[in-house]
């Protein structure tokens, strides 16, 4: 069972740049969430989702786009790499609806130079 | 505005003795809490959380304290082991609302042995 899978695990983007942040879970979560942690900074949430076709803002949106086409999956894009979102990315999901916890994947480490 | 706060950035324990690991939160509709913990190069795993209509939940080793007046909870481990040295994240939940996790800033712990 593979639970959160992210891809890539590294990445250097060049100022300007896009990419897109990969992530795909295999629990039937409807929600999912993408946060990004700097050093002393904790887990920033990014972006959130509550079901397929419905996406929502987080602590810190601006720079990021997402989409959720399917249940499974929820993708994360850089449109103009800038050298502040050089970070880690965790994505996350969960169950939704009931009391329970998120399930993190690995995450991607991204530097913009 | 930081709504979930970890004031100490880390804390050192001797093996066997008890870690005690504090979290302030300023919003008072969360009432969900959870405790994660971090090894590095990996993604958060789950540790332990408390409705807030509990004051107290115990897993083992790790007991989960809130105090919903003081909007405050804390973690402690008894007894500390080597391989409990992570990083330790609380995060807070409106479980009425949207579901998305709030977390604090993280807690260093190394238990020396």
């Known amino acids: 069972n593979a639970g959160v899978t992210q891809t890539p695990k590294f990445r250097i983007l060049k100022i300007g740049q896009s990419m897109t942040l990969q992530c795909t879970q295999d629990m039937n979560h409807n929600y999912m969430y993408w946060y990004r942690q700097d050093p002393g900074m904790g887990l920033k949430l990014i972006y959130y989702s509550v079901g397929a076709g419905i996406t929502d803002k987080g602590e810190v949106p601006n720079g990021y786009n997402v989409s959720r086409s399917t249940t499974e999956d929820f993708p994360l894009r850089l449109e103009l790499a800038a050298p502040s979102q050089t970070s880690v990315y965790f994505c996350?999901?969960?169950?939704?609806?009931?009391?329970?916890?998120?399930?993190f994947g690995q995450g991607t480490r991204l530097t913009v130079v | 505005d930081q709504q979930v706060k970890q004031n100490s950035p880390s804390l050192s324990v001797q093996e066997g003795r008890i870690s005690i690991l504090n979290c302030d939160y300023t919003n008072s509709m969360f009432d969900y809490f959870l405790w994660y913990k971090k090894y590095p190069a990996e993604g958060p795993t789950f540790l332990i959380s408390i409705s807030s209509i509990k004051d107290k939940n115990e897993d083992g080793r790790f007991t989960v304290f809130l105090n919903k007046s003081a909007k405050h909870l804390s973690l402690h481990i008894v007894p500390s082991q080597p391989g409990d040295s992570a990083v330790y994240f609380c995060a807070a939940s409106e479980t009425s609302g949207t579901y998305k996790y709030i977390f604090g800033t993280g807690t260093r712990l190394k238990v020396l042995a």
């Open positions: 996350a999901s969960s169950y939704g609806q009931l009391i329970t916890e998120a399930f």
